[in-house]
């Protein structure tokens, strides 16, 4: 056989392995979660209590708090890293683009555990002897914003995520407006428009699907991420109105519980969250890189 | 053509990027309600001429002018560029309607930049400038599609009822034509015909022969300098520079 042949073989026999893992964990999940489906069937993602003394298990209060603490997370991280990639493409000076790129990107580079860690002992302790009692007394009315300030609980695991998902948001909506054409640019100022203007006309709109794939990219990390969260989120399978409330994630309940998880039944009902969380993650990230990659296919000018 | 006085001029202009010396004391009068046609050959500095007349140089990073560039007798550089652009449209090489926009919405983008709401009387103009752009009859029926399914040529003209929304004095053409096809680009030379009654036009061309048919007044450019200036049948029969006469019998660029 030649030198040519054997490295094809080889390198697609390495590439094959993505293909048989990806399978591999989607099947084990499956089957390891099969008890649960067989007995929760449907029920089990819509099922509010977790019991698992009772032999109660339903994700519904995981899938939730996945949910929220990611849109939470979204809805700061979005207008923030938009922000900075606006900036770092229009606005900002030659010499300074690279710095503030590359500290952006090292955000990226902290290990989750370290963002945990600095929620516990920083973000915390500010959520519940500042913030939190700020708004129980002026906005308590707001079902949001009721309850005792644990500091733990949804707002701390918001903003541990906002901060975790702000690099990929940044750095992705940073290549999406580099890829906005000048001569757009050019067409709004040419008409009077200001900066704000041009952005608001030309560019934005110009990037929006690969902005929007941005965001989901943004989210796909945060519904997954599990360590900062699990420290922060205060663990607890309650669905609460209130941000100041404890609650826990789908992955947060699968990493707090799979050591203790004695019965077969309960073991599979974690699988069985596991594999929500999984076909979630994957949906979004299938969604997001379609719209990064649908800018490419934008209609041109000839 | 009622008014041939100055619109526009330059005087000792100067345009560089960078440490590059792009434009090298121009001064040039632009009269009111003609064509005037830039020629010379790629790099001679005619696009960057026109982009420092509506301050559009000056917003490539690097780039700044030196000189003065009057309208109307009043220096630009004391003036808002956001509102010098609005008096001083400008149609580019390659036709670059919104992509994401419909037709009638490229048209009236940038009457929305200025505040104008009301959808009536954004239709009224649109429909008004897409006359002119000589375009109403080709998309009366489809304005809300999206501008970017028209051809080249016909979003070219869609680009100049842009332009011409905004109700400018001075229309800067740079290369309209370059990237068209002879039937579309020969729309483009008669409608520059027609908007010369309303409008002061400058129009850059690398292509001689439109230079001669369009314009009343011809600037020959070359190596960032203005070499020679007049009506245009003068200088392409009678040039008095011999670069002049070298470029339009071809010997060179």
């Known amino acids: 056989m030649s030198a040519d042949r054997i490295l094809k073989w080889v390198t697609a026999s390495f590439a094959m392995i993505v293909v048989v893992l990806l399978c591999g964990i989607g099947i084990m999940l499956l089957v390891k979660s099969w008890p649960a489906i067989h007995t929760f069937t449907w029920h089990f993602p819509l099922t509010r209590l977790w019991d698992p003394v009772q032999g109660a298990f339903g994700a519904l209060p995981f899938i939730y708090g996945t949910v929220v603490s990611s849109l939470l997370a979204l809805m700061m991280a979005l207008p923030l890293g938009l922000g ?10 030659d010499r ?7 500290l952006v990107e090292l955000l990226a580079a902290i290990p989750s555990v370290i963002y945990g860690l600095w929620g516990i002992f920083f973000l915390v302790p500010w959520l519940r002897e500042t913030i939190e009692p700020w708004c129980i007394e002026h906005l308590g009315v707001v079902p949001l914003f009721e309850g005792p300030p644990y500091g733990i609980g949804m707002c701390a695991a918001g903003l541990v995520l906002a901060i975790m998902i702000l690099p990929i948001i940044a750095s992705i909506s940073r290549d999406v407006l580099e890829t906005v054409p000048n001569d757009q640019r050019e067409a709004a100022l040419a008409l009077g428009a200001t900066r704000w203007e041009m952005i608001r006309t030309a560019v934005l709109p110009y990037g929006r699907s690969g902005l929007f794939g941005a965001c989901f990219l943004g989210l796909g990390r945060a519904l997954g991420e599990t360590m900062a969260v699990t420290m922060v989120i205060g663990n607890r399978p ?16 699968v990493a707090n519980e799979f050591t203790e998880a004695t019965g077969e039944l309960y073991l599979s009902a974690l699988f069985g969250i596991g594999l929500v969380l999984l076909s979630i993650t994957f949906l979004v990230n299938l969604g997001a890189r379609w719209l990064v990659l649908s800018i490419g296919r934008l209609p041109q000018g000839t | 053509m009622d008014d041939h006085g100055q619109k526009l001029s330059t005087q000792h202009l100067q345009a560089w990027f960078g440490a590059h010396l792009a434009l090298k004391e121009v001064s040039i009068d632009i009269p009111g309600n003609r064509v005037t046609a830039i020629i010379g050959p790629s790099g001679c500095g005619k696009s960057t001429l026109i982009r420092c007349m509506n ?22 550089y004391q003036q808002d560029p956001v509102q010098l652009r609005r008096q001083v449209g400008m149609i580019f090489q390659k036709p670059n309607p919104f992509p994401t926009m419909s037709i009638i919405d490229n048209v009236t983008a940038g009457l929305r930049l200025n505040g104008l709401r009301d959808r009536r009387r954004l239709e009224e103009i649109a429909a008004q400038c ?4 000589a375009l109403w009859e080709e998309v009366k029926d489809k304005l809300r599609y999206p501008g970017a399914g028209l051809s080249g040529g016909q979003q070219q003209r869609l680009c100049i009822a842009r332009a011409l929304a905004v109700n400018p004095e001075v229309l800067l053409m740079d290369e309209p034509c370059s990237a068209l096809d002879p039937i579309s680009t020969s729309k483009i030379e008669e409608l520059i015909h027609e908007l010369r009654a309303h409008y002061t036009i400058v129009l850059v061309t690398h292509n001689m022969q439109q230079a001669a048919r369009a314009s009343d007044q011809t600037a020959f450019m070359y190596m960032g300098r203005l070499v020679e200036c007049g009506e245009t049948r003068q200088v392409f029969t009678t040039p008095k520079a011999q670069q002049t006469e070298d470029y339009i019998t071809g010997r060179f660029g």
């Open chain 1, 84 to 93: 900075i990639a606006i900036f770092l493409v229009e606005l900002c000076p």
């Open chain 1, 96 to 102: 300074l683009k690279g710095t503030i790129a590359f």
């Open chain 1, 238 to 253: 309650e669905i609460s109105t209130s941000l100041f409330h404890p609650a826990a994630t789908m992955a947060s309940v």
């Open chain 2, 55 to 76: 301050r559009m140089h000056e917003t490539i990073p690097s780039a700044r002018a030196a000189g003065a560039v009057l309208l109307d007798g009043r220096s630009i």
């Open chain 2, 130 to 133: 897409l006359q002119k752009a």
